[in-house]
């Protein structure tokens, strides 16, 4: 069965070889203060950079899941509450989760077809942060980089978080543009879940140190005072962390990923406009995702096609939320092959 679902995703099919690699290394029983595993995290990080094109001067944390992430950019790094724009249903539960903490966050609700428009934002000095979600899975869209770009410009006084969980990897992202990036691997990185990326700037590393904030489980100064030494302030997923450094040293430069990506997803877009069926979830393509494609139809059709797809070995993923009977959506991930695509593709054009 071949799953095109947006995540937790097809994992690349050299990850049982790496497995084997990791238990004949002793890297599953890797102390997290040793130097065996300080170096895999010294080399994860600079491959890592390499490859995903992040600007040297930039860290590299890992948590438990994008989720966390959540938490750790609002204790830690917001002085006084965080300014949320998203469309989607993991936009507004980042919001609902910093909200719970700092009361004066506050946020604005986009439709999936609306595009930010950043000289109309009123965005008051009381937000010191801007949170975006880059890629918003839940139904298929994104925010351009010239987009956050032109929010940074706009709003220089204020840090930039963004979240990247379904993208990262996936597309070139140019991470100078903003202060806080954020992902899990269980998507465009084609690994089994349980492990969170958190990536600062020195902007946002001096914020946090000027914060101050001490004494949790996930208080970033502890997990920068870690990670100055390449070690984790918990254990950590070490097979995780071993596993995307293979895939990191595997892949092509995300220049290369990026184009790949795109090509693809044009061809299941043309699939659909010429389709008699099949409906773009998001019609507006500036808006509409490039590694994840929502589509929806009728809830008959839409229970129909899923139950053809099985039939033929493949797995379509549902829509989220309200969208479920409406949509399915198709992961444009790095780890499903061009054959495999290819079968999708030829399925879908039979509609």
């Known amino acids: 069965m071949i799953t095109f679902a947006p995540g937790p995703s097809k994992v690349y099919d050299r990850i049982p070889t790496y497995f084997q690699d990791a238990y004949e290394q002793g890297i599953l029983s890797a102390n997290h203060r040793s130097e065996v595993f300080m170096n895999l995290y010294r080399d994860t990080e600079e ?8 600007p040297a001067n930039y860290k590299l944390l890992f948590t438990s899941s994008a989720t966390e992430n959540w938490e750790i950019i609002t204790q ?17 539960k980042w919001f609902g989760f910093a909200k719970h903490i700092l009361k004066d966050t506050d946020k604005i609700q986009l439709t ?16 010191d942060l801007i949170a975006i979600t880059q890629n918003e899975t ?21 840090m930039l978080a963004i979240d ?3 993208s990262m990897a996936g597309i070139h992202l140019d991470f100078s543009l903003a202060d806080i990036w954020y992902a899990s691997v ?11 990326l958190l990536i600062l700037s020195p902007k946002a590393i001096e914020k946090s140190e000027a914060i101050g904030e ?20 918990y254990t950590p997923n070490v097979l995780g962390i071993y596993l995307l450094n293979r895939v990191l040293h595997d892949m092509e430069d995300i220049r290369q990923v990026h184009e790949h990506t795109e090509k693809r997803m044009k061809a299941l877009e043309q699939i659909v406009a010429q389709s008699g069926s099949l409906e773009f979830l998001v019609k507006n393509d500036a808006t509409r995702s490039r590694t994840v494609l929502g589509v929806g139809g009728k809830e008959t059709f839409i229970q129909q096609i899923k139950k053809d797809a099985l039939s033929e070995g493949m797995q379509l993923g549902s829509g989220y939320g309200n969208l479920k009977p409406i949509s399915f959506r198709i992961a444009n991930f790095p780890a499903l092959t061009d054959a495999e695509f290819n079968q999708l593709a030829q399925f879908l054009a039979r509609y």
């Open 47 to 54: 491959t890592l950079k390499l490859k995903l094109r992040v």
């Open 76 to 92: 830690s790094l917001v002085r006084h509450s965080s300014f949320h724009i998203f469309s989607g249903s993991f936009g507004k």
């Open 112 to 127: 999936p077809e609306q595009e930010i428009e950043v000289d109309e934002l009123n965005i008051g000095q009381g937000h």
């Open 138 to 158: 839940s139904n298929a869209t994104q925010v351009k980089m010239d987009t956050i770009g032109a929010l940074g410009k706009q709003f220089p006084d204020k």
């Open 164 to 166: 990247t969980t379904s």
């Open 186 to 196: 269980q998507k465009c990185f084609g690994l089994p879940a349980g492990l969170g």
């Open 214 to 233: 001490k004494g949790r489980y996930n208080s970033l100064n502890f997990m920068l005072e870690n990670a100055a030494n390449f070690q984790t302030h």
